[in-house]
């Protein structure tokens, strides 16, 4: 045991020394994380279409049936028609992230027909803000319907009942997000991306470098076994990629508002246990591969990409194909997305964390004991 932690503080010395004259390691951990946050926080926004509403109809009239027909059929919305408020709110259970079925909530009154026909009925528009671009558009599209709705039958109502139809006006909130700003929804997603981005690369191009220089030939001939050669490379670019997550929690809090709600010690946590995983993965195809070039286009396609296109960063996987989603569900990165949207906008939801970070565990387990037999493989 004191010849293993001698050996192994021996190694971890070198890769602080490492890190300290080569400052492209301090540039991946550090410099770039908190460009990325603060370009794309400040720049990105996104549209989205096909919203999944519930329609509490307390008033089920035949107005009011005629009135919501327009989602019926509509590319951009996929009604369910509920009649207590309580099944509507049930569909978009703040404690359910996971099994959520409506972005948006329609409740109508059940004198909504009445007080139209005496000068205005009003309808209340519920939004799921925690996806500001899906809670604005479906805002937009039911006010823009509505008022479709109202212009068409205008000169009908008039004959029916001899007098004008009156304004339907609508009252919306959001549901964990006051602001109705797509900042809220895109940093923390973005987080993930950054870590995805700085865990893989820094091991990536760490051991492959090495490779090209030679120096890891020198370590074979020494004592060291491959379980404290990737623990060498593991450690040092641990506590370099949570300096990096640091910044962009201390961004994302005080640069952009962003509200946690849920347990910073947590966020803390899962982080940990993700990186665990990013750095497995990249010292695993570093391992493979002993060129820095090959290595990162590589690194470049098992992990950024999927982790932008597939994890619920741009989108919401329940609006894909079944497919696509269950792909995206293989990824660790869709359970760390979850995980931090639902720990900044919404709270501690103890299920979908103790569920999500044991997966997390899995793989970082899987990917960091797979990164020692492949070193060992190569040592061999």
């Not at 390691?25 to 989205?48: A, E, N, R």
């Not at 890891?216 to 949570?242: A, D, G, R």
């Not at 992990?303 to 989603?325: A, Y």
Request: aromatic share 12%; hydrophobic share 50%.
């Amino acid at each position: 045991m004191d010849d293993f932690l001698r050996r192994l503080t021996a190694l971890i010395k070198k890769e602080y020394k490492q890190i300290v004259r080569d400052q492209s390691s301090f540039i991946i951990g550090v410099v770039i994380p908190i460009m990325m946050i603060l370009l794309v926080g400040y720049g990105m926004s996104l549209d989205v279409k096909d919203v999944p509403v519930a329609v509490v109809m307390q008033d089920p009239s035949p107005t009011v049936q005629d009135m919501f027909s327009f989602m019926d059929g509509s590319s951009y919305f996929n009604p369910r028609y509920v009649t207590t408020y309580h099944e509507g709110v049930s569909l978009m259970d703040d404690r359910k992230v996971d099994d959520r079925k409506v972005d948006a909530l329609v409740v109508v009154p059940p004198d909504f027909t009445e007080s139209l026909r005496k000068g205005g009925g009003h309808v209340q528009i519920i939004l799921w803000g925690v996806d500001p671009t899906t809670a604005k558009t479906a805002q937009g599209y039911m006010e823009a319907g509505l008022a479709a709705w109202q212009q068409a039958h205008m000169r009908e109502y008039m004959t029916s009942y001899g007098t004008r139809l009156g304004m339907i006006s609508v009252s919306a909130r959001q549901w964990y997000n006051d602001a109705n700003t797509s900042t809220w929804f895109f940093v923390p997603g973005l987080i993930v991306l950054i870590m995805t981005m700085v865990g893989v690369f820094l091991t990536t191009m760490v051991m492959a470098r090495e490779w090209e220089r030679g120096t890891l030939e020198s370590l074979f001939v020494t004592p060291v076994k491959p379980l404290e050669i990737v623990l060498s490379k593991w450690i040092p670019y641990f506590f370099v990629s949570m300096g990096g997550f640091a910044l962009c929690m201390i961004a994302a809090r005080y640069l952009f508002y962003v509200p946690i709600r849920g347990s910073v010690l947590i966020i803390i946590l899962a982080s940990m246990i993700y990186l665990l995983t990013t750095l497995g993965l990249g010292l695993t195809i570093s391992s493979l591969l002993k060129d820095q070039f090959i290595a990162c286009q590589i690194a470049l396609l098992v992990s950024l990409l999927p982790t932008v296109m597939l994890s619920g960063f741009i989108f919401d996987l329940k609006s894909t194909p079944e497919f696509i989603n269950a792909v995206g569900h293989i990824m660790p990165a869709t359970y760390y997305m979850e995980l931090l949207k639902t720990l900044f906008l919404v709270g501690n939801n103890w299920g979908m964390i103790v569920k999500n970070c044991t997966i997390l565990i899995v793989y970082g387990l899987f990917f960091f004991g797979l990164s020692v037999v492949v070193t060992k493989k190569r040592l061999e």
